[in-house]
């Protein structure tokens, strides 16, 4: 059978369908939300649109509990606007009073990537820890760590390690190919340790037993499937079962998928204007035809790129209602959108830029 598409921790092929997405992962839609989180664009618009267990957190932030988020990242390419989208949720949970782990998955790439551990370093650092600040995030409030280094303390150190080994005792490697399809030697060590980065905040040596959300993107479901298998199954430890929230895409600009990779695909926070200009000028819109088809048919906004992008990153709800309705009507042409989102993307980005160079001198202190 060919599949119209698919998704997996390693590939994104196709055009994703995610009501569907929903009952093959058996996972929940979002449920009413109390208001400080309508103010946050990725709630209000369901970018965020499903969940595990999220009730659990909710209940934390309602009674004043402590809860711990957690979240990876690979340290490979650039970073680009795609990423902002997992950020902002932990910078949001940080500002609600949430307890941040962030880990950088070295050993993951490292054995996924091909890249050496003194370059993930780098890139780490340089890439996304500097632009995790420059957004908002405060790095004094936040346990980082490399996957390859988890603590000076060796209490803590051995604890993480000694539950990284043990979970492997705790799947099957039918379960780990049922997950994963194609599995090596590599991601299966990348999986035991992604799942002790999940649930070692638990542990006496950390936290102690307590809610932990992990916000990912719906292709690292699997992670979380097996996580969970193997919180349910562990022995010497009672760890509360894993909450987690899933978020769509920010779709490439040319066509479906947006890979580091692929120079075009992606707006990166190094694109100087011009570039900005150059890429959102020929990206995928829903316009076409002649300036006369287009006005007469209308657009279609749905599988424009320059309309999510806008609906994706930029706040105003009023603004895109009006141009979701006038691009329906032909009222408006795709030149004068593009226009409007380089200006606003660059407008961002040079802001961005001033940050990064504070959170640059931040770090230099902080490391
Ligand atoms: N596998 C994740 C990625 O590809 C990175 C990661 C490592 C992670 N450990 C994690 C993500 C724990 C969430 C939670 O981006
Ligand atoms: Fe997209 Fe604007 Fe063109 Fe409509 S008019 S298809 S929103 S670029």
Known sequence: MIKDFEVTPWEVTGRVDYDKLIKQFGIKPMPKLPEKFQKNLLFRRKIIFAQRDFGRILDSIRDGRPFVVMTGLMPS?????????????????????AKIYLAVADI?????????????????????????????????KCDFYFQSKRSDDWKKSNAYYKLAGMLASCATFNEFRAVYGEITPGKMVSSLFQASDMLHAQLDEFEGKMPVLVPVGIDQDPHLRIARDMSRRIKEFDFM??????HKFLPGLKGEKMSSSVEESAIFISDSPKEVKKKIWNSFTGGGGSLKEQKEKGGNPDVCRVYQYLFYLFDDDNELKVRYEKCKNGEILCGECK????????KFLKEHRKKKETARNKIDRYL
């Open 339 to 346: 226009e409007y989102l380089t200006e606003k993307i660059n």
């Open 241 to 246: 079962q894993l909450s987690s929230t899933y």
């Open 77 to 97: 390419g650039k970073f680009h606007l795609g990423h902002k989208i997992l950020i902002d949720q932990i910078i949001f949970y940080q500002r609600l009073g």
């Open 108 to 140: 993951e790439a490292y054995n996924t990537r091909n890249k050496s551990m003194r370059e993930l370093e780098e890139t780490a650092i340089r890439e996304y820890l500097e632009n995790y600040i420059a957004l908002g995030l405060k790095p004094e």
